[in-house]
């Protein structure tokens, strides 16, 4: 799986390669080749991924807001990448309710500057900006939501993810489509995978309390997700890149990355399954009328994805668990670079 050797020697931008997310996709952007330059914040609370990987030394690692024109602009500028993966942004739901100014700054403000560099910049003319499922007007139902559905948001999160793809869209018929700029959208599910320690989310808070041998404290057991393996949703991102990169104009559009139906299981269902892989442990449910509002139900429609790009997920939600816990396992075994490179030549390894 080397996406034709399309990445080779190719500069490629990744805004928030300190993320986890960003710093699984710059790793594997490295492997595949590319010359990888990342803009992220100087500082960033969730970076412990890449710091441990130590990419620093094998990638450009810029730091600045994506809401500030003028820094992106410069680092642009200076090393003229062909091409943009923006994952950059605000990620939690519940910051968002304590910090909505900064949520709408990043997530929507960001987009549209990455999409004006886009606009200015005749070598960039390629982009994969990362949204979320999350974009989606959620109406409570077990139905999976396709890219046609209706966007919208209860929290500022969403909502600032729902204006992002507005805006993308926007973008495309105002200025993209008569100039040739290829930008394409990825709606993506729950990730799990090694190497994240954000608050608030539910693989990183099980080991921390499994680590304390703490019981696992639970606010919504019975909400379920579209819980997907970190290299899947990365996996897509990286066949539209390859598409846009060809000239593929028909692939300039949004994408929903998630598990399969039966992978779409309440947060109850993960708990038990990272205890069953961890060998011992337990969960405790927490809710109270208090708690700020989060989504129920959860799910996404994945069949366009695969008709038309032909990605597949390749593991199942006890497989994306056991891979997720592994890591975190055997961390103190080998180093977190070892770890990650491990896991995408498992992953990518033809089946």
């Not at 100087?42 to 890449?50: A, R, V």
């Not at 994506?66 to 642009?76: C, G, P, Q, R, W």
């Not at 579209?226 to 899947?232: D, I, N």
């Amino acid at each position: 799986m080397n996406f034709s050797g399309i990445y080779k020697n190719k500069k490629i931008l990744v805004t928030g390669h300190t993320g986890f997310k960003g710093a699984w996709l710059s790793l594997w952007l490295h492997q595949l080749g590319a010359k990888v330059i990342g803009y992220s914040l100087p500082q960033w609370d969730n970076n412990y991924l890449f710091k441990e990987t130590n990419l620093a030394k094998d990638i450009v690692d810029q730091r600045g807001d994506v809401a500030d024109f003028k820094s992106l602009k410069n680092v642009i500028l200076k090393y003229k990448p062909q091409m943009v993966f923006h994952l950059a942004a605000q990620p939690l739901v519940r910051d968002s309710y304590a910090n909505p100014k900064t949520t709408f700054e990043s997530n929507a403000l960001g987009t549209v500057n990455v999409l004006e560099c886009l606009r200015e910049f005749p070598f960039l003319n390629k982009g994969v900006i990362i949204t979320t499922d999350k974009c989606y007007k959620n109406k409570e139902t077990n139905k999976g939501y396709k890219e046609t559905d209706e966007l919208g948001g209860h929290d500022p999160y969403s909502t600032s993810k729902a204006v992002a793809e507005l805006i993308i869209e926007s973008y495309r018929k105002s200025f993209f489509a008569e100039k040739g700029i290829l930008v394409a959208s990825a709606r993506a599910g729950n990730i799990i995978g090694g190497g994240d320690f954000s608050k608030d989310r539910l693989l990183p808070d099980c080991i921390r309390a499994l680590k304390k041998n703490q019981p696992i404290k639970i606010r919504n057991p019975k909400s379920t997700r579209p819980w997907q393996f970190v290299l899947e949703p990365l996996y897509g991102y990286l066949l539209l890149g390859e598409k846009l990169l060809n000239n593929e104009k028909q692939f300039a559009q949004a994408f929903n990355f998630g598990p399969e139906r039966q992978s779409i299981v309440p947060v109850g269902k993960i708990a038990d399954l990272v205890i069953k892989y961890w060998g011992q442990g337990r969960w405790q449910d927490i809710h109270t009328s208090k708690d700020l509002h989060e989504t129920k139900l959860l799910s996404l429609n994945i069949s366009k994805a695969k008709k038309e790009l032909n990605w597949h997920p390749r593991l199942n939600i006890k497989e994306s668990v056991e891979m997720t816990v592994n890591w975190y396992k055997q961390e103190n075994k080998q180093n977190a670079r070892a770890l990650c490179l491990n896991q995408i030549q498992e992953y990518t390894h033809e089946r």
